[in-house]
C-alpha cells in the first residue's frame, strides 16, 4: 500500500508549503491553479507516480523518479515566483518542508536500524522455528500470524511487519500455497489495521503526529475499530483455509542469538523515550528515536567488550550458545532501505 500512496503524498506536500504555509510568511500569494507552472508539476507529479508504479517491470528504485520530480517542482515555483518578485518565498517553504522530511528520515532511520539488529540476532527466525515446532495446525497458524501481525505492525511499521510474517508463513506452508496465499492476505489486512491505531504504525500516522496535529494517547481510540477491520475479514478468509498441520523439518534447532531480547527491550525503550520527548519536553519524535540509537551504540560497544575480554570467538559454542559477531550497529544503519528512506523525503 505504501507503495502507491508514498509518491503521491509526498510530492503534494512538496507543493503545500506554496499554497498554505507561505501565506503566513509573506503578503502575497500566487494562484498556480491556472498556471503552466501548475499543470506542469501535475504532469510531472503523474510521470514520477507512473514510475514508481513500473519499478517492478523496469527495476528503476522507486525513490529516483520522485526525487528528480521534487526537484524539478520546486524550481519551477521558485522561478515563478523570482519572476513576481518574491524571492524568498520558495526558500522558506523549502526550508519548512526539509525540516519536517528531515525529522521523519532519521525518525525510520533509526526504527530501521533496529529491526535489522533484530534480524540479526535471529529473533524472527526464532519465531519462526517456535511456531512450526509447536505442532499448530494451518488454522490456528492462519490466527497466530495474523494477531501478531496485529500486535507488531504498532512498534515496526505495517510494511516492514507484513514483509517478516509472510515471511514466515512461506516458511511454515511450503507445503500449502492455498494457505501461503490467504494467509498472506490475512497478515497484510492485520498490519494496516494494526498500524492505524500506532503513530508507529504507518509513515502517514507517523507525520501526522510529529506534526502535533493528533496527540499520541488520541490514536489509541481507534483501537477497536481496527480490531474490527482485521477481525472481520479474518473470520471469512477462515474457511477457507485448509486443515492439517505443516510438517517438523529436520535441522538444527533455531534460538535467539546472543543479546537479541535486550536489543528488543532497547527498541521499546527507545519508542518509549520518543513519546517522552514528545509528549512531555515537547522535542520532536525524531530526537528521542536518535537518543536511543545511542542505546544501541552502548551495547554494541558493552558486548564487544564482552567478547574481547572473554575471547569469544564467533561459530563457536560460548555459555551453551552458538556464537555470532558482536553488533556492528554502522553496519545495520548501512543495511537499512535506503531506497524507502529517500523515496519518503521525496
Known amino acids: 500500500m505504501r507503495k502507491f500512496l508514498l509518491p503521491v503524498f509526498g510530492l503534494m506536500v512538496l507543493l503545500l508549503p506554496v499554497t498554505t504555509h507561505a501565506v503566513d510568511l509573506m ?42 520530480a521534487a526537484g524539478i517542482i520546486w524550481v ?57 515446532v509447536r505442532g499448530f495446525g494451518y ?29 514466515v508463513v512461506m516458511t511454515v506452508g511450503v507445503q500449502q500455497p492455498k494457505f501461503m496465499t490467504i ?17 508507529f504504525g504507518d ?4 507525520m501526522v503526529w ?8 488520541s490514536f489509541f481510540q481507534l483501537f477497536i475499530p481496527a480490531v474490527v477491520n482485521f477481525v472481520v475479514p479474518a473470520i471469512c478468509m477462515h474457511f477457507s483455509i485448509p486443515k492439517g498441520k505443516p510438517e517438523i523439518p529436520d535441522g538444527k534447532v533455531v534460538e535467539i542469538a546472543d543479546g537479541g531480547l535486550v536489543i528488543a527491550g532497547l527498541f521499546l525503550l527507545t519508542i518509549l523515550t520518543a513519546v517522552c520527548f514528545h509528549g512531555f519536553l515537547h522535542l520532536p519524535p525524531a530526537i528521542g528515536m536518535l537518543t536511543g540509537l545511542g542505546y544501541l551504540k552502548f551495547f554494541s560497544y558493552y558486548q564487544s567488550t564482552i567478547y574481547r575480554r572473554e575471547q569469544v570467538v564467533p561459530g563457536e ?25 529517500f523515496f519518503s523525503m521525496a
Not at 88 to 113: G, I, K, P, W
Not at 210 to 217: A, D, P, R, V
Open 203 to 206: 509513515i502517514t500516522t507517523l
Open 317 to 341: 559454542v560460548h555459555n551453551g550458545k552458538l556464537q555470532g559477531e558482536p553488533i556492528d550497529v554502522f553496519k545495520h544503519i548501512a543495511d537499512a532501505e535506503w531506497d524507502t528512506l
Open 210 to 217: 510529529q506534526k502535533g496535529i493528533i496527540e499520541f494517547s
Open 139 to 167: 488454522r490456528s497458524l492462519f490466527w497466530i500470524t495474523g494477531i501478531l501481525a496485529f500486535c507488531i505492525s504498532p512498534v515496526a511499521d505495517n510494511l516492514t511487519t507484513a514483509l517478516i510474517m509472510c515471511t
Open 27 to 68: 503578503e502575497e500569494r500566487l494562484d498556480l491553479t491556472h498556471h503552466f507552472v501548475g499543470y506542469m508539476s501535475l504532469f510531472v507529479l503523474a510521470l514520477a507516480y507512473f514510475l514508481v508504479v513500473l519499478e517492478e517491470q523496469i527495476h528503476l528504485h522507486k525513490s529516483k523518479p520522485v526525487l528528480l
Open 183 to 199: 494467509s498472506s492476505v490475512n497478515i497484510v489486512v492485520a498490519a494496516n489495521a494494526g498500524g492505524a491505531f500506532s503513530p
Open 76 to 132: 519551477l515555483i521558485a522561478i515563478v515566483y523570482q519572476r513576481h518578485g518574491i524571492d524568498t518565498a520558495a526558500e522558506v517553504a523549502l526550508r519548512h518542508s526539509f525540516l519536517e522530511y528531515s525529522e521523519l528520515f532519521f525518525f525510520l532511520l533509526v526504527a530501521m536500524s533496529y529491526i535489522n539488529a533484530l534480524i540479526n540476532r535471529d529473533v524472527f527466525d526464532a519465531l519462526r522455528y517456535w511456531l512450526i
